[in-house]
Structure formats: C-alpha cells, structure tokens
C-alpha cells in the first residue's frame, strides 16, 4: 500500500487501545499514542532509501515490528527517569505496543497486496498475501484510509458517550 493507506490501516488498528486509554484517564496520551502510530506506520518502507535493504524484507518483519516497539519502550523510560512530570510507569509498555503496533499495521496493510510479506524471516519465508489489490491502486488507498478515519471518529465518539 502507499503511504494513505498505511496511515489508515494505523488508525483502525489504534482506534480500540486509544478509546482504552482515554477511557482510563488519558485523553492526552490516547491522542499522543494515535499520532505516534501514525508517525511510525511507513517506517518499513525506509528500505527504499536504504541501499542494502531489499525491499519488503527485515524491516516488512515481526522481528523489526517488536524491535521499534523495544526502541520506543526504551525512548518512554528515558523519559520516566529523567523525572518529566507528565510520564508514568505506564507509559512504557504503552510505548511499546504503539510501537509495535505500528508496523503490525504496515504489515497487514501489505499483506492484502499480490506483492505480500514474508512476516516471519529469518526463520521462515513462507509468503502471505490476499492478493485483494495492487499497492497502487488509489481507490484502495483512499478506502483504507477512510476506513481509519471513520475507526477514528468512532473512538472519539464512543469515548465522549462512555467517558
């Protein structure tokens, strides 16, 4: 998928953890949580500027999935011991599902094109693939990226109804 698309795939992903996270309390750290998904959500496809990165290999991987949610985890507690007044313990295994659930999305997302993912390389490289439409294909894009708005939307007003 393209960047549209990913973005989408990351706010339907998101949409229940942040409408559980605003409903406990942190409205703020819900809507921080959306934007930092969205942020990391193309982060696989940096194998296009990378020489040596084939693409859709490591980065399009569970591997790299928990290894930018470990990443963000340890950026969290960082945060937590620098004594920031805003961050509780809490945040960092938030950090680390944000993080990791980011580039889940970006898998699933390419995971419904011919092109596939191969999730689970090094150690297996059996191919996944829905075959349901070509990366390119706006009108997919578009779709996705509706899709998550309206996830989104929805969060937001069940969270104003039950909160």
């Known amino acids: 998928m393209y960047q549209l698309g990913h973005y989408g795939v990351a706010l339907l992903a998101y949409a229940p953890l942040g409408v559980a996270v605003a409903l ?9 949580g959306a934007l930092v998904c969205v942020s990391l959500s193309t982060l696989p496809d940096c194998d296009h500027n990378v020489a040596f990165l084939e693409h859709r ?3 399009h991987t569970l ?3 928990v290894l930018v949610g470990g990443a963000l985890a340890a950026a969290a507690s960082m945060l937590l011991t620098s004594g920031t007044s805003f961050v509780t313990e809490s945040i960092v295994p938030f950090a680390f599902v944000v993080g990791t659930l980011s580039i889940v999305s970006h898998l699933l997302a390419d995971a419904i094109t011919p092109m596939g993912i191969r999730p689970f390389r090094p150690f297996s490289s059996y191919h996944y693939t829905a075959k349901l439409t ?3 294909n706006p009108v997919a894009n578009y779709a996705l990226f509706g899709l998550g708005v309206c996830a989104t939307a929805g969060a937001v007003w069940l969270v104003s109804v039950l909160g």
């Open 134 to 136: 070509p990366a390119a």
């Open 57 to 59: 290999g490591i980065t």
């Open 24 to 32: 406990s309390g942190s409205e703020v750290l819900a809507v921080a």
């Open 63 to 65: 591997a790299f999935a």
